[in-house]
């Protein structure tokens, strides 16, 4: 039970009780609609998932606004022409925040994804194996899990100097951001290994590596979902971070670069809030919806969260180390 | 599945593993702590090591041609930098060993930023900046965090708490950087309350003089609320969700049965256990807050570590850098260790045993 | 019930005494800075990390001398843009070249004393010259003379072998250094930390994030001074204008956007600005770089920018499109060719041709040559100059236009100053001060001998970072200097025009202007374009022209 409450992320800690992981799944499944928390969460996720998709398009071929066009027209306030108003060269903001989303999004995927398949990669083996290998990669998945992650990021960021744009950020993120994810797969793994099934293919003689890519990891999934999805708000976190401090690509359109250039170009004293509020907003709400989903699937897991009367001695940290964990 | 077969001694599960092996002692967590930490220094030292030697191209030279453009390099800096850069031609294992020597003297070469001042007191001077900072403000946030979330957590659903469980996480959400900015204008532009850069007023001489020391509290409150700000919200939440798990076991329910007093038993009762958690979480987002915190101080300039970080990464001055990684990521091992030992004294699993 | 209501009341205490602490804390602090003998100027030194160098030769490599050196140094005289090229004293009271151009005799001023105290004698000056002839990297004019002598005390006299009219502004603008604090230094990398000059300051206190200087009390003009000490900050330009409005900072050299409408019509009574024209900014190539060498390209490029929205969204004021020499066709008309009067204006169609000429076709949106591959440029720029970051993206973004994709990178200013000697560049932008005559700055520009290597061993210099190296270039520019005679040496600039027009080595993209924006919530005097434009305020500016500012400023309220 203790060992439950060191875990960041939150799925495993159901599954973690052994045998009631893949009914608790179905039952998330089921549930997860009615959670008010989780849904809106999801909801905001995926507009901007679609905002990312089909956004340009709609905003540069339908609406014809272009986030790099240079116009007479400087900052200028919102106005029916321009959504959000324009920037000191004249370009839309509404259009720059749109295609920022895609920017910013495909950027936070690509680091997302690197991170996810090392922390799956990682907590697998290890949870699996056991013994030597499991202390080794557990301890060194906790002292990256301790070293502050931001630095680490900056200086090889550093030694790059943008070659290779923003998705060199993006694999260093990746590479950087994989431990919170591989404990709580290993954690899961660790219940999953003693389970019927899992033996029962043991005794069929089944390969290790079979055994883990068609036992284990399918009941991973939920996990690793949610893994990747505060991955990815992380990820687009430290990105904007760098481009914000001006180590990222200029060239580029992107939340983080929208706000460097504002704040380069003195938006502040211009009193054009229009310009850097935007950005701002939109990386405080994705994070936000994280959070939220945490939170709903916090109540999920912890009915006394909803206030139902029953009594559960589960650990409820997660949320905040989640949260936490979208800040660095 | 229980708690002993985890993690090899991470920070947080080692207190797990005392409570399920009953034989476990304070001292013995301690001296896996220790361990631990150990370890992941040294993985710390390894990294800034191995991050220089895989980079493309040679980045002593690249310090050397710099340094050779502002004065003569004397064999001794060249070595210093040689060392702690890569030596092609000599072995990696001896330029570990040169390296760990460099280290054990305290040698991180010459900074090209504030040449010709050495890397240790560049970040001598920066260091107690950033520890004050982010150790003040982290207090207060955890203070005024779990103290909100007791609050919150207590009678859940309130109106206290429908507000603020919202609000604590779209704080938390805001991005350090974005927040340092958004304080910027309110209380330094729009209403110049308060300095907008620098950590003290610069037309004072450093020292403890009661002018510099408020001018130090002045200029360090827009950086402090900053953090105050992005960090609060987690640890809200966090104190929130465990009081409402805690208020509903048993022993507060017999406690209130007892006709203690609801504040008493909130407090003696529920929130004392409530707090572990909170404290173990301490230790795992101090790395974060020091991120996040180096965000800021680039915004204010404030003269922390971070913000010589900041400059050391867009001078590409590799030798303040890789040592500013090195101190901070130490610091917060330290940080760690030390909320971590704490854990271990406040948990009452290792009081019985001890 | 109860529980519920004391929760908030216990926040709001905490809250409130937090607030409390902080509100407090910062009106104990507010009264400090702002001394009435205090000046705090933003030099725009283009850091955010100053350096202690006070080496006042050394030009180029952003040490903490460019912007600090006029304060506390002075060269033997100014040039004055405002008056056609005029020369000002200021170290020397007075100058005269021989009908030959082979003799130059300066005077000293005798009133001239170093701030250790002693005299500035015309020792210090021979040991000077000496040293700038014998070391290359100091020698950014290209100054070679036969002998130099101290004649007496006061006088020194310089010899030339050949004619050398055209030396003699690079001659006055050299700094002098004080020969007993120099002797046997590196005059190169020495840092000079304890700074002896003859200017009217001396340095106070050194901080990384601010140097301050003091007044001297042996310095001839310091009785007609009133500004004692100068604080010379790290500017943060997003809330400079703030610390302006409330008087915490008197004037600034940095190009603040959107001046006009931020600062001045926000309180015309105690803000303003004077931005006279002093040179022209160009965007130049990086000519060691092989499709660089295409002049067609480089004409193409220069079809297809828009200057005046340059001018526009960059906010620079005072500013105006040019000819593609250089020259303003008002303050340079003499040697300018009326052909080349007119600035270059856009002609995206034009462009393209010569883009086709060049050897490249439009595919997608996207210049290709021969081979299909994209033509890509990088463009660096300085970081901490935002307004030319600004300036990178609306060039990046107009070339784009006809296909030519620009990569803007920002670095610092230190990283700038390297990459650009080493040629790590395909574009860059600069501006150029208008000297005496045309030649100083077209030599500084174009001269081989300036152009580095093309392996990039021996670092470019001067102002020659485009690597221009043409034998027609150089006779010209010879035949320019040779001569004592104007006409001649007109028609040798105009030969030198056509070249450049139709070469096109660089891009001219505007005039360019040298300023200040001020307050006079502090100090009152300043220099403004209707009431009394008597010089340049800007206080990065090289010259006697910023001590002429200060000489003048009177307390507020005096």
């Known amino acids: ?328 | 599945m229980t708690a002993t077969t985890l993690a090899p001694g991470g920070p947080v599960q080692a207190a797990g593993k005392a409570a399920g092996r009953r034989g476990g002692r304070r001292s013995r967590i301690l001296l896996r702590r220790i361990g631990f930490y150990l370890g992941t220094a040294a993985v710390a030292i390894t990294l800034n090591f191995v991050i220089p030697r895989l980079m493309p191209g040679d980045p002593a030279s690249v310090i050397l041609t710099k340094m050779g453009q502002k004065e003569q390099i004397s064999p001794a800096t060249e070595a210093s930098i040689r060392a702690l850069f890569g030596m092609p031609d000599t072995s990696l294992w001896q330029q570990y060993l040169d390296y760990l020597g460099q280290l054990a003297h305290l040698d991180f070469g010459t900074s090209i930023t504030y040449f010709p001042t050495p890397v240790s007191t560049v970040i001598s001077q920066g260091l107690p900046w950033t520890l004050g900072l982010v150790t003040l403000t982290t207090v207060l946030a955890f203070l005024l965090g779990t103290g909100l979330g007791i609050l919150a957590g207590s009678r859940p659903g309130s109106r206290f708490d429908s507000v603020m469980a919202p609000l604590a996480t779209f704080l938390g959400s805001m991005p350090y950087f974005w927040v340092a900015t958004m304080m910027l204008l309110l209380l330094s532009v729009s209403v110049p309350v308060f300095p907008s850069q620098n950590g003290y007023d610069l037309a004072l001489e450093p020292g403890l003089t009661p002018e510099f020391i408020g001018s130090v509290i002045t200029y360090g409150t827009l950086p402090a609320i900053t953090i105050i700000v992005s960090s609060v919200g987690g640890w809200l939440l966090g104190m929130r969700n465990m009081m409402i798990t805690t208020v509903a076991e048993d022993y507060v329910s017999l406690a209130e049965a007892k006709g203690l007093s609801r504040w008493r038993v909130l407090l003696s009762y529920a929130a004392r256990n409530a707090m572990l958690p909170q404290v173990a979480s301490l230790a795992i987002s101090i790395g974060s807050v020091v991120g996040g915190s180096l965000l800021a101080e680039a915004v204010f300039q404030y003269p922390g570590v971070g913000f010589l970080f900041y400059q050391a990464v867009i001078n590409l001055d590799y030798p303040l850098m890789q040592a500013l990684f090195l101190a901070i990521s130490l610091s917060v091992l330290c940080a760690n260790f030390i909320a971590d030992s704490v854990y271990v004294f406040l948990d009452p699993r290792t009081r019985e045993d001890a | 019930m109860k529980l519920g209501r004391r929760p908030r009341r216990w926040g709001s205490i905490t809250i409130c005494a937090t607030l409390g602490l902080a509100l407090s804390a910062c009106q104990g602090g507010a009264s400090a800075g702002g001394a009435k003998d205090t000046l705090v100027i933003n030099y725009a030194s283009g850091k955010t990390v100053l350096q202690e160098n006070y080496n006042p030769l050394v030009t180029t490599g952003g040490t903490a001398t460019q912007g600090t050196r006029i304060y506390m140094f002075q060269s033997l005289m100014g040039i004055d843009n405002l008056k056609g090229g005029e020369f000002t004293p200021w170290l020397a009271s007075a100058q005269e070249m021989s009908k030959d151009g082979r003799t130059l005799t300066i005077t000293l001023d005798k009133r001239a004393t170093w701030s250790d105290g002693k005299p500035v004698t015309a020792e210090d000056v021979v040991f000077t010259f000496d040293l700038v002839k014998k070391t290359p990297a100091l020698n950014g004019t290209g100054i070679s003379f036969e002998t130099v002598e101290a004649k007496d005390d006061k006088t020194v006299v310089m010899t030339f072998e050949k004619a050398a009219f055209t030396q003699v502004p690079g001659i006055l603008k050299q700094y002098i250094v004080p020969k007993k604090h120099w002797e046997g230094k590196n005059p190169v990398t020495f840092t000079n930390p304890k700074p002896v000059g003859s200017g009217p300051y001396t340095l106070e206190r050194f901080n990384p994030k601010q140097v301050t200087l003091q007044l001297r009390d042996d310095y001839w003009r310091s009785d007609t001074i009133k500004v004692k000490h100068i604080q010379l900050p790290v500017v943060n330009a997003a809330t400079e204008i703030s610390q302006m409005m409330s008087g915490k900072q008197d004037v600034s050299g940095g190009a603040i956007a959107n001046l006009e409408k931020l600062y001045i019509q926000k309180d015309p009574k105690k803000n303003g600005y004077f931005y006279p024209s002093y040179g022209f900014l160009s965007m130049f190539f990086n000519h060691d770089r092989p499709q660089l060498q295409n002049v067609h390209l480089r004409k193409a490029m220069s079809l297809a920018m828009d200057r005046e929205q340059q001018i526009k969204l960059v906010t620079a004021l005072g500013a105006n499109p040019i000819s593609q020499t250089g020259l303003d066709a008002e303050t340079q008309s003499k040697w300018l060719d009326p052909a080349y009067k007119e600035p270059v204006e856009q002609d995206l169609a034009a462009a393209k041709s010569e883009l086709k000429k060049a050897g490249y076709t439009l595919r997608g949106g996207k210049a290709v040559d021969a081979k299909g591959k994209p033509l890509a440029l990088k463009y660096i720029e300085v970081s901490d100059f935002a307004d030319s970051v600004q300036r990178a993206r609306v060039i990046a973004s107009q070339l784009m236009k006809i296909g030519v994709k620009v990569t803007v990178q920002p670095l610092a200013i230190a990283t700038y100053n390297e990459a650009k000697a080493k040629g790590e560049f395909d574009l860059a932008a600069s501006g150029y001060a208008y000297g005496a005559v045309p030649w100083q700055v077209y030599n500084s520009m174009l001269n081989s001998q300036f152009a580095g290597s093309a392996d990039g061993k021996k670092p470019a210099q001067t102002n020659n970072f485009l690597r221009w190296r043409d034998d027609k270039t150089d006779r010209l520019l010879d035949e320019m200097a040779s001569s004592g005679d104007e006409k001649k040496q007109i028609e040798a600039t105009r030969k030198l025009e056509k070249v450049i027009v139709d070469e096109v080595p660089y891009v001219t993209l505007s005039s360019i202007t040298a300023g200040c924006a001020w307050s006079n919530r502090n100090w009152t005097g300043w220099p403004s374009e209707k009431d009394d434009p008597y010089t340049y305020c800007a206080p990065w500016y090289d010259g006697p022209e910023f001590e002429e500012v200060l000489s003048r400023l009177k307390p507020a309220g005096s």
Not at chain 1, 44 to 71: C, F, K
């Open chain 1, 1 to 328: 039970m203790t060992a439950v409450q060191s875990v960041p992320t939150v799925p495993e800690s159901r599954t973690a009780k052994g045998g009631r992981g893949a009914r608790i799944l179905k039952g998330l499944r089921r549930a997860l609609p009615a959670n008010t928390k989780a849904r809106v969460g999801l909801g905001i996720i995926a507009a901007y998932v679609l905002v990312a998709a089909v956004g340009p398009w709609v905003v540069q071929s339908l609406m014809g606004l272009s986030p790099t066009d240079l116009t007479p027209d400087v900052l200028q306030p919102p106005s029916l022409a321009h959504p959000l108003g324009t920037t000191q060269d004249g370009s839309d903001v509404f259009a720059q925040l749109v295609v920022g989303t895609r920017t910013s999004l495909l950027v936070g995927a690509v680091a997302a994804i690197i991170s996810t398949v090392l922390s799956v990669a990682i907590g697998l083996i290890g949870g699996y194996y056991g013994g030597t290998v499991d202390s080794v990669l557990g301890a060194i998945t906790n002292a990256f899990l301790v070293l502050p992650g931001l630095p680490l990021v900056i200086v090889l960021a550093g030694y790059l100097q943008g070659r290779g744009g923003p998705y060199t950020v993006a694999l260093v993120i990746g590479l950087t951001g994989w431990a919170w994810g591989a404990r709580s797969k290993r954690v899961q793994t660790l219940s999953l290994r003693s389970r019927d099934f899992v033996l029962n293919a043991r005794l069929l003689g089944e390969s290790n590596r079979r055994i883990m890519a068609v036992e284990v990891l399918p009941n991973l999934l939920p996990v690793i979902s949610a893994t990747l999805m505060m991955s990815l708000v992380t990820s687009i976190l430290a990105v904007s971070g760098l481009e914000f401090l001006g180590i990222g690509d200029i060239n580029t359109t992107s939340w983080g670069q929208m706000l460097y250039l504002a704040q380069q170009r003195q938006a502040l004293m211009s009193g054009a809030w229009w310009w850097f509020v935007p950005p701002g907003v939109a990386i405080t709400v994705l994070g936000a919806a994280a959070g939220l989903v945490n939170f709903g699937i916090d109540e999920l897991t912890n009915p006394r969260l909803r206030g139902a009367r029953k009594q559960t001695r589960r650990a409820a940290e997660k949320s905040r180390t989640a949260g936490k964990a979208a800040q660095s």
